[in-house]
């Protein structure tokens, strides 16, 4: 809309102070999370990416397994013949009887620990070789 002031045309404001300095706080809050993201294609959105000690990652394909970033498919050995996966479970020696070693669910959002995570499966001894 423009105003007629002493025979000239003047426009009003695009915008008042405070709606600029209100956008300008929000891309500049918003910019820290946009730069320390990857770059890919669809929307960034202002929420921190996961972190695992100083680096990014995916949740998608990649977990963080004590400071160390992991695909969900790795494997690992557990005792002398059993394998588990990291991303989701634990591998617990039991110290009673023959040496003995249980694979434990990690729980979501929870610091898993060998003993109070549920027990996923036990692993087999080894065979004695005669």
């Known amino acids: 809309m423009l105003e007629l002031t002493r025979g000239t045309l003047k426009e009003p404001p695009l915008l008042s102070p405070i ?8 891309f500049l809050q918003c910019a820290k999370v946009v730069t320390d993201t990857p770059m890919a294609s669809g929307l960034w959105l202002c929420q921190p990416a996961p972190r695992c000690g100083d ?3 995916n949740p998608l394909e990649q977990c963080c397994d004590d400071d160390t970033i992991l695909p969900l498919n790795r494997t690992r050995l557990c005792g002398p ?6 991303c989701f479970e634990l591998c617990c020696p039991e110290s009673f009887g023959a040496q003995k070693f249980v694979v434990k669910l990690k729980v979501l959002g929870v610091e898993s620990r060998c003993f109070s995570s549920p027990i996923s499966r ?7 070789q005669v």
């Open 19 to 26: 709606v600029s300095v209100c956008i300008t706080i929000f």
């Open 55 to 57: 680096h990014l990652y």
């Open 81 to 86: 013949n059993c394998t588990f996966w990291p």
């Open 122 to 128: 036990n692993c087999p001894r080894q065979r004695s």
